[in-house]
């Protein structure tokens, strides 16, 4: 079962942004303080956060730590949001067939 503080992790907006980033690709400390304008220390905060909560995992190279993104925990959510999807599925299914409708 999913624990759910991990919904309190990505509450915060500079975690989701450096998930965002390692998304894409790992990154070292360095790149994260550039790209998100926040301190060393700050980053590193929401680095063990994110790593405690399972999200994101940590290798050393050289005298760099580098961060990539962990997915099971995200495919947990997705798994618990699946339970809720229709509720907005069937909701976007009728603005769709409304456009459709507006645009004959």
Request: aromatic content about 8%.
């Amino acid at each position: 079962m999913m624990n759910m503080d991990i919904f309190e992790v990505l509450a915060e907006p500079h975690r989701r942004f450096m998930l965002d980033l390692l998304r894409i690709r790992e990154r070292s400390v360095g790149e994260l303080v550039k790209e998100s304008h926040l301190s060393q220390p700050g980053v590193s905060k929401h680095l063990r956060i994110l790593r405690e909560a399972g999200l994101v995992k940590v290798r050393s190279a050289a005298q760099k730590n580098i961060y990539s993104i962990c997915p099971k925990p995200l495919r947990e959510i997705d798994a618990w949001l699946e339970l809720y999807r229709h509720f907005w599925s069937d909701k976007l299914d009728a603005l769709e067939s409304f456009l459709d409708n507006e645009q004959n």
